[in-house]
């Protein structure tokens, strides 16, 4: 059977027989599928399956030299990579641009993995397109019952609510977001709102690369610690201490994550406010996700792997966590 061996191994998934890696977090030969370019997600890999616009930013963020195996969404490409050959198709996963899903054929079976995955509809990425499989392999950050994000329209009038009182207070609005992903989202969610930003340098970039492959937004500049006049700030939670930001006055600052969902997340992350907003699936649609995938298998990783396992068994699904320690081997019984 194809997928007799799946291993957990260095953040990633292996596909032994099929001689395929599912986003490994070390550089792997052979056949290597990433899902999208976020750093947890990209290695140094000598060759890699992924779509154009994931190609386009990983070269961005990462640099270096590699094969770059551009697949369209929803075509079907054949590799021969292992013991068994295999037909893999990318499918918009909704989580940044160009993030995909990876439905795989192989000896009358199939296999859908997820990555990062949302069924929300983004404003600014594709929006996620489920197929059918025999088995699952989903990531369940949000795997927990409380994980439901709150409606985003109101959410985003809250945080344009919160961005126009800062202003008129005299004050800096800086909103924490992640410069790849969340950042893009936060312009487009605001970009009817009058409002105009300066970004961080890596945001920066990333931002005209999401403009290069037809993602439009309102005004905004790079920051360069020059005056705002007025403009809302973002600004990756991990450069909160730049230098750039040393001058400004009165900053008042606003967490932009799915974390926000827990109460404590302001405090955790040191921010006067919090918006939970995501890019990731939370638990109703995770459940969602796994009725369409309808699958006879469910293997679940990352965040709460073990609690939406449970959760499934008690829906009656077959299901276990996959995101154990390293060099795990599960063997499946189909």
Request: proline content about 6%; glycine content about 8%; overall charge neutral.
């Amino acid at each position: 059977m194809p997928f007799s061996r799946i291993e957990y191994v260095h953040g990633g998934v292996h596909l032994p027989r099929l001689g395929l890696w599912l986003d490994p977090s070390r550089p792997k030969a052979g056949a290597v599928f990433v899902s999208h370019a976020h750093s947890d997600h990209t290695a140094a890999h000598r060759s890699v399956i992924l779509s154009a616009p994931t190609a386009h930013l990983m070269r961005l963020r990462l640099g270096g030299d590699r094969t770059e195996h551009c697949l369209s969404f929803g075509k079907a490409t054949e590799f021969h990579a292992g013991e068994i050959p295999f037909r893999l198709t990318l499918l918009p996963a909704g989580h940044i641009l160009g993030s995909s899903m990876a439905y795989i054929e192989a000896g009358g079976q199939s296999l859908l993995y997820t990555g990062d995955f949302k069924l929300r509809s983004g404003l600014s990425c594709e929006p996620c397109q489920l197929r059918p499989a025999d088995i699952l392999i989903m990531e369940t950050t949000f795997g927990r019952p409380h994980y439901r994000l709150p409606d985003p329209t109101q959410t985003w009038q809250a945080l344009a609510d919160f961005c126009h009182e800062t202003l008129a207070a005299g004050a800096t609005p800086v909103l924490m977001a992640y410069s790849l992903g969340k950042t893009q989202e936060v312009l487009a969610g605001l970009k009817t709102t009058g409002l105009t930003f300066a970004l961080h340098e890596q945001a920066h970039l990333m931002t005209q690369a999401y403009e290069a492959h037809g993602v439009s937004f309102p005004a905004y500049a790079c920051f360069d610690g020059s005056e705002l006049d007025g403009k809302v700030l973002i600004w990756p939670p991990a450069a909160l201490r730049s230098k750039l930001l040393k001058g400004l006055p009165r900053l008042r600052t606003a967490a932009i994550t799915g974390w926000a969902m827990d109460a404590s997340c302001r405090f955790r992350m040191k921010a006067d406010t919090a918006f939970a907003l995501s890019d990731h699936a939370d638990y109703p649609e995770l459940l969602e996700a796994v009725k369409q995938v309808n699958p006879s298998q469910v293997w679940t990783l990352h965040g709460s792997a073990a609690d939406f396992a449970d959760s499934l068994r008690q829906h009656g699904y077959q299901a276990a966590p996959l995101s154990q320690p390293d060099q795990l081997s599960l063997i499946l019984g189909c």
